[in-house]
């Protein structure tokens, strides 16, 4: 009997010798994990309970867990996870869903849907691929309910179509689809160790705990990441920073204050926390300046504006998209003079040492609403290595994150590459050749 509630959400004809089910016809249980308030129940030990914002595309996120005790837990035993058991989120991702590992049989979950595969009809990898598939995710968002917070019910869950293959190419299917994840999963391993490197890299040549060697220094090699760019000279080695002098930054910048009396129709810029200066109308989706922009300060190319009230976030930005551009009147602008290579000195305003000092002095201002105007952001003191050194510096600093683009570039392209196998392969478009017994 069909759900009434249940919408369509695809046409499509499936090979002779596949068959479509009904995610009810192919489970063992079809359920949703504890619903009551268990808060009073959580302990530092006990019965892990999984939730909603655990369940990842194809994977259990564990780094962010509960427990509940022992007691409140066994009037929910009908709940327990076993292996194989497929999470479905209802809320947050409603409809994500991931396999939950042999080593959590016995955990729990609070108002997740879960859906145990009958392992001689359906296998679990190809469900849990298929249910996150844009097929499938469709199918969730063509059925959600709920207004404010959307989210999915079992009846929903029941009545989920499901066009099944044979058992050995649902195996093969998955397989394929599986090494994919592997080779997905391997490259962001590689992303997260490249991270750790260059915030490694960042936080000792950037305060000259560590030096970088000679000859780099001398410029005599300057092919980053190329063949002729011997990997010892990437190697910092110990050494003091005697060649380092401290000023302040107003010994080497000047603030620039040139309003757009003459109303140029510039482009307007925002600055933010992670991405520095940004167009505004591309970032927010929206226009949130003035319509009068005569009062706003111009930013020619090549200095540096941070949000006068907002510097305590690292909201700061260099501009070297445009000869000239625009910032609301809020902003500081400055320039830097001839001894500093400006690729160095932003990554250093940007770095944890420098927050650090901003959030002080604004947190020490009489008027916390006047934010770290110049007269106070001048002041702050910084370590300087020599022009040749930054300019070292920033090179290492820049070859690190064209090497961690090409790396995210990578896993994008992956990731592409799966979805179109998945468009073709779960719908039988594609078929694998497959050795029957």
Same mark, same amino acid.
């Given at each position: 009997? !069909? ?26 249980? @079809? ?79 609070? $108002? ?66 599986? &090494? ?10 590689? @992303? ?74 510039? $482009? ?57 551009? &625009? ?54 003191? @910084? ?6 050194? !930054? ?25 592409? !590459? ?8 779960? $719908? ?10």
């Amino acid at each position: 009997m !069909q759900n009434n509630t249940s919408k369509p959400f695809y046409n499509t004809t499936i090979p002779n010798d596949w068959e479509s089910f009904e995610l009810k016809d192919i489970s063992e249980k @079809i359920m949703v994990g504890i619903a009551s308030a268990a808060t009073h129940a959580y302990s530092d030990s006990g019965i892990i309970l999984f939730r909603n914002q655990n369940i990842k595309d194809g994977f259990l996120d564990d780094s962010d867990i509960l427990f509940i005790n022992k007691e409140y837990e066994k009037a929910h035993r009908n709940k327990r996870l076993v292996g194989g058991d497929i999470l479905i989120a209802r809320t947050g991702y409603p409809g994500t869903a991931c396999l939950v590992p042999d080593k959590y049989v016995g955990a729990q979950s609070f $108002t997740t849907l879960i859906a145990r595969p009958n392992h001689n009809l359906v296998n679990k990898e190809y469900l849990c691929f298929y249910i996150n598939s844009d097929i499938g995710q469709g199918y969730f968002e063509t059925n959600q309910i709920g207004g404010g917070q959307k989210n999915v019910n079992a009846g929903t869950l029941e009545f989920m179509p499901i066009p099944l293959p044979p058992l050995p190419e649902q195996r093969a299917i998955a397989h394929v689809l599986g &090494l994919m994840d592997a080779a997905i999963n391997k490259n962001n391993q590689l @992303i997260a160790q490249k991270e750790l490197q260059k915030k490694w890299l960042m936080q000792n040549l950037l305060t000259g705990k560590k030096r970088l060697n000679q000859d780099l220094q001398d410029g005599r090699i300057n092919r980053i990441g190329s063949k002729d760019y011997p990997e010892n000279s990437v190697n910092p080695v110990n050494s003091d920073s005697d060649s380092w002098k401290e000023v302040h930054i107003r010994n080497i910048a000047k603030e620039v204050s040139i309003r757009n009396k003459s109303d140029k129709q510039l $482009t307007v810029l925002s600055c933010t926390k992670y991405d520095g200066l940004v167009e505004s109308l591309e970032y927010w989706g929206r226009k949130i300046f003035a319509d009068d922009i005569s009062t706003y300060k111009v930013v020619p190319k090549n200095h540096f504006a941070y949000a006068t009230n907002h510097i305590e976030e690292g909201s700061i930005g260099y501009q070297d998209s445009f000869d000239e551009a &625009l910032i609301s009147p809020m902003y500081t602008v400055f320039k830097t003079d001839a001894t500093v290579n400006d690729d160095f000195f932003y990554r250093l305003l940007k770095s944890h040492l420098l927050i650090y000092q901003y959030q002080n002095r604004m947190e020490g201002s009489i008027d916390r609403r006047g934010g770290l105007r110049w007269e106070a952001f001048s002041i702050i003191k @910084i370590h300087l290595p020599s022009l040749s050194e !930054q300019t070292a510096i920033a090179k290492v600093l820049q070859a690190a994150d064209k090497e961690l683009q090409l790396l995210k570039a990578k896993t994008e392209k992956l990731r592409e !590459q799966k979805k179109g196998m998945m468009q073709v392969l779960l $719908t039988g478009k594609k078929r694998l050749k497959i050795e029957y017994e």
